[in-house]
């Protein structure tokens, strides 16, 4: 194992640390100290945030496809339901119409009947 030589930011002091040290306090972003007590972090690189946003934006397309896809169900679903009730609607109209149609003659039947006893009388 390699020991590396890093300087406080504070004080200048040296500071020795392994590379395994090194890589963890990176990866981790906790504190470690100077020989005289100053805290230091290692401030995460711009590739490191790049990766991180990366890994949101993906979460968030993740999210999106999968809601997009719920609602073309939902719409596929609806367009279903709208097909059955244009069938029903279709079935109803024609049964209203027979009933017309029965409705019709006997009532015009019936005036005639009433129009032939009205004229005898």
């Known amino acids: 194992m390699a020991i590396k030589e890093l300087t406080c930011a504070n004080c200048r002091a040296p500071i020795y640390l392994d590379d395994e040290t090194i890589r963890l306090r990176r990866q ?11 805290g230091q972090v290692f401030s995460p690189s711009e ?14 397309l993740a999210y999106l496809r999968q ?12 367009r279903r339901s709208i097909t059955g ?19 019709e ?4 039947e019936q ?5 032939e006893k009205g004229g005898e009388g």
């Open 85 to 103: 009730y244009k069938g029903q609607l279709g079935r109803m109209r024609s049964k209203i119409k027979a009933l017309e149609l029965e409705l």
């Open 111 to 115: 005036v005639e009947v009433e129009a």
């Open 105 to 108: 003659e006997p009532v015009e």
């Open 28 to 38: 981790d972003g906790k504190t470690f100290f100077c020989p005289n007590g100053h």
């Open 47 to 60: 590739n490191d945030e790049l990766k991180k946003t990366i890994a949101s934006k993906d979460r968030a």
């Open 67 to 78: 809601r997009n896809k719920e609602l073309w169900d939902e719409v596929q679903a609806l």
